[in-house]
Nanobody
Framework: VQLQASGGGLVQAGGSLRLSCVAS????????MGWFRQAPGKERELVGS????????YYSDSAKGRFTISRNIRESAVYLQMNILKPDDTALYYC???????????????WGQGTQVTVSS
């Protein structure tokens, strides 16, 4: 499975961005998809994830109420709509796919190249 992410950029605090990720290759092996982020000097953290059908979602506490994850099964794509962005959201955002289990928080096995999100104050 290959993942291609896009949509990052520079935005002012309070603004919005929409990240997109398209999967290719053995997409039939994907149980779920998610977005992680990693800021300089910090560990990578799961921001949000979604099941294959889209019926189940998970959000980190920092993402709840501001971010929305969605997916298009036909296009093998996952999206992250980020609203009310804060400087603390500045990070490299990675798209990921889980081909190991239906768990929404562990077992992610495939990673995209990352897209930078920078939020200015």
């Amino acid at each position: 499975v290959q993942l291609q992410a896009s949509g990052g950029g520079l935005v002012q605090a309070g603004g919005s961005l929409r990240l997109s990720c398209v999967a290719s290759g053995r997409t039939g092996s994907i149980y779920g998809m998610g977005w992680f982020r990693q800021a300089p000097g910090k560990e990578r953290e799961l921001v949000g994830s979604i099941s294959l059908s889209g019926a189940r979602t998970y959000y980190s506490d920092s993402a709840k109420g501001r971010f929305t994850i969605s997916r298009n099964i036909r296009e093998s794509a996952v999206y992250l709509q980020m609203n009310i962005l804060k400087p603390d959201d500045t990070a490299l955002y990675y798209c990921s796919a889980n081909s190991r289990s239906y768990d929404l928080t562990t077992g992610f096995t495939h990673w995209g190249q990352g897209t930078q999100v920078t939020v200015s104050s």
